[in-house]
């Protein structure tokens, strides 16, 4: 009985599918629930997942993928909107200690960037490169 209590106790807290998850090959789905899309070669990934019983999460994403798959799939599923260049500047991210190097090396001014109205989301685009990178966090 006491058992039973305790699994559910720490299911229920994401304790089991909690931490920090550096380049993981199941980082995306530990997001998105669901299996990367075949149009997506994941570069670099970083994960932090809280063991809370609420879904909070902060992730780092470097990927390679054709900008009609970047329009099709994650700006339309995310419904971001592309900044203008005097927005750009304001772009902020939650916990720069925590900002692993290789996310977004360049300065600010490098990158086309979207983001999410209704949450943390952002999406950058080296503009030289065209490699992305995408940030989400929430508590």
Not at 31 to 48: A, C, K, M
Not at 108 to 127: G, Q, S, T
Request: glycine fraction near 2%; hydrophobic fraction near 40%.
């Amino acid at each position: 009985m006491l058992i039973s209590i305790l699994f559910i106790s720490l299911s229920s807290c994401n304790y089991f599918d909690s931490g920090v998850s550096i380049d993981d090959p199941k980082s995306w789905d530990k997001l998105f629930y669901e299996e990367v899309p075949s149009e997506v070669n994941i570069i670099h990934s970083y994960l932090w997942k809280s063991s809370h019983f609420t879904y909070e999460i902060v992730t780092y994403f470097e990927i390679e993928a054709s900008k009609e798959f970047i329009d099709g799939y994650i700006i339309k599923k995310f419904d971001l909107r592309e900044l203008g260049p005097s927005e750009n500047t304001k772009v902020t991210f939650f916990d720069n200690d925590m900002r692993p190097e290789w996310f977004v090396p360049k300065s600010i001014d490098n990158y086309v960037i979207w983001e999410a109205e209704k949450f943390e989301f952002k999406l950058l685009m080296d503009k030289g490169s065209k490699q992305f990178f995408f940030y989400m966090y929430q508590f």
